[in-house]
């Protein structure tokens, strides 16, 4: 059996691809927060809220500290500076293809005109 290990950039991919954990990144960027209260925020069962910051954790985006009875959730000091950098990559490569294209539909465009000149 071929065993599989995730990146950090597949993990956080995939801790993203979610509205919900997209939110949670949003609402910590304006200050810590308990889990109890997201749970609130985003209208959920406390079970859920903690699947979804665990996701998280895993990913590196987010850090809980434990005071008490209450788990604190704040960002992550990892960054998504790696995650930025591939999609940049990405986005250049993407460009350049569609300008490739759109030269190819005009130069077609330009001798189907050129053709029916004659």
């Not at 991919?13 to 990144?25: H, K, M, V």
């Not at 809220?49 to 434990?66: D, P, R, W, Y």
């Not at 350049?96 to 294209?101: I, P, T």
Request: glycine share 8%.
């Amino acid at each position: 059996m071929v065993q599989y290990v995730s990146s950090p950039l597949d993990r956080s991919f995939s801790a993203l691809s979610d509205a919900t954990r997209r939110g949670i990144i949003d609402q910590l960027g304006q200050g810590d927060t308990s889990i109890s209260s997201l749970a609130d925020q985003f209208q959920m069962t406390l079970t859920g809220m903690k699947k979804h910051v665990q996701v998280l954790q895993l990913a590196g985006l987010v850090v809980t500290q434990k005071v008490g009875r209450v788990r604190t959730c704040r960002l992550g000091k990892r960054g998504l500076k790696a995650e930025a950098e591939w999609i940049e990559a990405h986005r250049k490569l993407f460009e350049a293809r569609f300008e490739a294209l759109d030269e190819l539909i005009n130069d077609m465009k330009q001798e189907g005109s050129d053709e029916s000149a004659s």
